[in-house]
């Protein structure tokens, strides 16, 4: 079993800034690419920012410059760094990743989600 944890989320002023975090645990052989989504109520799920392995890096265009997407691979660890937060920011955040499990062809994880909720 692979378990996706995320942190960080909470409440916080518009302009101000958020750190989330997204753990990767269990019988892990590699980790592909990792990616944080978020989903406000009433919304489809959208892609905020994603990683690949190597390091390349996207971003959605509404956070492009404010988010910093990043990993630590010998932590199995994914980061988004929010800054300059916005009251459209608020939502549910949830992690991604694509695991390969030691014997089990790799698969798409999610976590349990965070919510991100800016307000004044």
């Known amino acids: 079993q692979v378990q996706l944890v995320e942190s960080g989320g909470g409440l916080v002023q518009p302009g101000g800034s958020l750190r989330l975090s997204c753990a990767a645990s269990?019988?892990?052989?590699?980790?592909?690419?990792m990616g944080w989504y978020r989903q406000a109520p009433g919304k489809q799920r959208e892609l905020v920012a994603g990683?690949?392995?190597?390091?390349?890096?996207t971003y959605a265009v509404s956070v492009k410059g404010r988010f910093i997407i990043s990993r630590d691979n010998a932590k199995n660890t994914a980061y988004l760094q929010m800054n300059s937060l916005k009251l459209e920011d608020t939502a549910v955040y949830y992690c991604?990743?694509?695991?390969?499990?030691?014997?089990?062809?790799?698969?798409?994880?999610w976590g349990q989600g965070t919510q991100v909720t800016v307000s004044s």
């Open positions: 990683i690949t392995s190597g390091g390349i890096l």
């Open positions: 269990g019988s892990i052989f590699s980790i592909y690419d």
């Open positions: 991604n990743a694509e695991i390969r499990r030691i014997g089990v062809p790799r698969t798409s994880s």
